[in-house]
Nanobody, 129 residues
Framework: QVQLVESGGGLVQAGGSLRLSCAAS????????MGWFRQAPGKVREFVAA????????HYAESVKGRFTISRDNAKNTVYLQMNSLKPEDTAVYYC??????????????????????WGQGTQVTVSS
């Protein structure tokens, strides 16, 4: 069982930056790929970024590529999402998630929410224009 707690959301002006953190507990963090998803009001939850458990390979949605960076610190049991050049359309609740242990290396495997078993409660990001 994995417990996930996000933090770092808030209100920022367009063009600004935020760094989200997701602290994991309950199992061996380094055995889990990790993902970030987001859900805007009235829209379905969508994939943002993922990082694999083996090799730390990263994957991004096209809409955030070049602006967002996912990283992990296995010693701190934490995954991060550095968000730069934020746009109003990035406004959403951001969720951290983990698939089953030692699962997932490819974009296809990690970009669908059905692959994920554990979810955090979400953190709100609001980007004003």
């Amino acid at each position: 069982q994995v417990q996930l707690v996000e933090s770092g959301g808030g209100l920022v002006q367009a063009g600004g930056s935020l760094r989200l953190s997701c602290a994991a507990s309950g199992s061996t963090f380094s055995d889990y790929s990790m993902g970030w998803f987001r859900q805007a009001p009235g829209k379905v939850r969508e994939f943002v970024a993922a990082i694999t458990w083996l090799g730390g390979i990263t994957h991004y949605a096209e809409s955030v590529k070049g602006r967002f960076t996912i990283s992990r610190d296995n010693a701190k049991n934490t995954v991060y999402l550095q968000m730069n050049s934020l746009k109003p359309e990035d406004t959403a609740v951001y969720y951290c998630a983990a698939p089953p242990r030692q699962f997932g290396r490819t974009w296809n495997a990690l970009s669908t929410q059905e692959a994920y078993r554990y979810w955090g409660q979400g953190t709100q990001v609001t980007v004003s224009s």
